[in-house]
């Protein structure tokens, strides 16, 4: 696996004969379907280490028996391909590298306006996929949009639905009645909806937090016994109780605004190195930044490079904090770069962490090929309970 900056005059067929790899690879796992990148732009470069040219009569199935590859694997390794439809002629890969690191979990956000494709191409790495469906707010919790279709194919896909649950109002964990009706309701949702859990964004208030952690405590015992698990969405500064005593959390990424942003061993390594030592890392999934920042605006990492690509901006990339920017006439965009992912990637490896979660609408396409190339993907993953346990003050 290579990280390629482009230089000056240089294009995709010289990138590919550079590396002795097909042209069209590099395009699709860097979403660069036509034209040049943008000077200063990074580019995944996957070298396969086995390939398998396409006969008459191929299909994906039959790649699959011939080879003792499992399908979705297949599929990952070659996000071009579409339903079972393959050309004679073309190379398909088999392996990209031998990945250094052993199982991880993938989780998926599906957010409503998702299109299908994306949530097709994102498939083959999920092993979970979180329906952010529902809000709850002071006058109870409302459905966003229709998720049966979703779930559906999240089973035939045999994949794990998990419902996400954004909570906008913190007054109700003041009262017990409150919290265990609001406990009844969720559950209900998961089970009703066809789900296997439950992601729950966590309280804000600081000062509720011992009322929150026992919210997490009841509604994980409510939980056990009908085979479903909680999840909490934290940050760094979350309690541990938040964490601690659901089946699962995800780490919120801690760089996410770029503010006071001295270097990623500073930022990104600390704040998930702090985390690994106090709490419980291999039941945590480390949410991988998927958005450009301008101003106080917001935009897809892949459409904020259509847009420097478009406009012939020069891309610059800092070797310290790891975050890539151009200039746009008076606005600086800003994201996190190819080598930003890898490290997270790496640093989820070395502290042990369950995996990944991101955003699918969202997330770049090479950022789903660098997870697969680094990582053997945990399809079934059961997450246990941890109740009970103890930590030192």
């Known amino acids: 696996m290579q990280i390629h900056v482009t230089q000056k005059g240089e294009s995709i067929k010289d990138i590919a004969e550079k590396y002795g790899v097909c042209e069209e690879n590099i395009r699709v796992n860097n979403a660069l379907l036509d034209g040049e990148p943008a000077v200063g732009e990074e580019l995944l470069v996957l070298i396969p280490t086995r390939t398998y040219t396409a006969k008459r009569g191929d299909s994906i199935d039959r790649i699959s028996l011939r080879f003792g590859a499992r399908k979705r694997d297949i599929m990952a390794m070659n996000p071009h391909l579409s339903g079972e439809s393959i050309s004679v002629g073309q190379t398909i890969t088999l392996r990209s590298s031998e990945r250094p690191y052993g199982m991880a979990v993938a989780n998926g956000y599906f957010y409503n306006g998702c299109p299908k494709d994306k949530l097709e191409r994102a498939m083959p790495y999920l092993t979970y996929l979180t329906v952010a469906g529902y809000a709850a707010d ?3 919790i409302r459905k966003l949009y229709s998720d ?8 035939e896909a045999n994949k794990i639905p998990l419902v996400r649950i954004f909570d906008g109002h913190t007054e109700r964990y003041k009262d017990e009645r409150a919290r265990k009706s609001f406990g009844d ?3 209900d949702i998961a089970k009703n909806g066809g789900y296997k859990g439950i992601v729950l964004n966590s309280c804000k ?16 015992k409510k939980m056990m016994g009908l085979d479903l698990i909680l999840i909490t969405e934290i940050d760094a500064d979350s309690p541990l109780g938040y964490s601690e005593y659901a089946d699962g959390s995800v780490m919120c990424y801690p760089k996410y605004a770029f503010d006071n942003l001295k270097s990623f061993d500073d ?14 890392s291999a039941k945590c999934f480390i949410d991988l930044p998927s958005l450009a920042r301008s101003g106080d605006g917001y935009t897809a990492i892949s459409e904020a490079l259509k847009k420097a690509r478009r406009e012939n901006k020069e891309i610059k990339n800092d070797e310290n904090t790891l975050i890539s920017s151009f200039n746009c006439g008076r606005d600086e965009w800003r994201y996190s770069s190819l080598k930003n992912i890898q490290g997270l990637l790496e640093l989820a490896g070395e502290y042990d962490y369950s ?13 789903l090929m660098m997870y697969n190339a680094m990582f053997k993907t945990a399809y079934h993953t059961r997450v246990r309970s941890r109740e009970g346990c103890s930590r030192e003050a």
Not at 148 to 155: L, R, T
Not at 267 to 272: D, P, S, T
Not at 355 to 367: L, Q
């Open 355 to 367: 995996g990944v979660c991101f955003d699918i609408m969202r997330t770049p396409v090479s950022h």
């Open 185 to 187: 309701e969720l559950v």
């Open 138 to 140: 002071e006058r109870g």
């Open 267 to 280: 930022g990104e390594r600390r704040v998930l190195a702090d985390f690994a030592c106090q709490g419980e």
């Open 205 to 220: 208030d600081r000062s509720l937090s011992e009322e929150y952690t026992s919210f997490i405590l009841d509604m994980r």
């Open 148 to 155: 049966k279709s979703i779930v559906e194919a999240a089973k």
